[in-house]
Nanobody
């Protein structure tokens, strides 16, 4: 199983970025996909998650109204569209996959991407 996160970069505050998570080696449509982020020196935190069908999505309060998670099961890809970015969104963003269980529990995710760095300048 491999998850490949991409799309990070440097953007000014108020700008947008689109992160992608490409999956291989698993039946993508049977996995919940989530995004977490980690600021250097801080614990990794939940950002967003999407159910297998894509019908239901979940967001951290910090992401609500600005970020949109989606998935394309035919392409084995999940996306996190991030708008109105703020300097405090600067972090390494990770995608993760699991079959079931609590969306917010990081240890319960067996598969993780390598992370992609998002830097938002003020």
């Amino acid at each position: 199983v491999q998850l490949q996160a991409s799309g990070g970069g440097l953007v000014q505050a108020g700008g947008s970025l689109r992160l992608s998570c490409a999956a291989s080696g698993l039946t993508f449509s049977t996995y919940i996909i989530a995004w977490f982020r980690q600021v250097t020196g801080k614990e990794r935190e939940f950002v967003s998650a999407i159910t297998r069908s894509g019908v239901t999505t979940y967001y951290a309060d910090s992401a609500k109204g600005r970020f949109t998670i989606s998935r394309d099961n035919a392409k084995n890809t999940a996306t996190l569209q991030m708008n109105s970015l703020k300097p405090e969104d600067t972090a390494v963003y990770y995608c993760a996959a699991k079959v079931k269980g609590s969306l917010y529990s990081q240890p319960s995710y067996p598969y993780w991407g390598q992370g992609t760095l998002v830097t938002v300048s003020s």
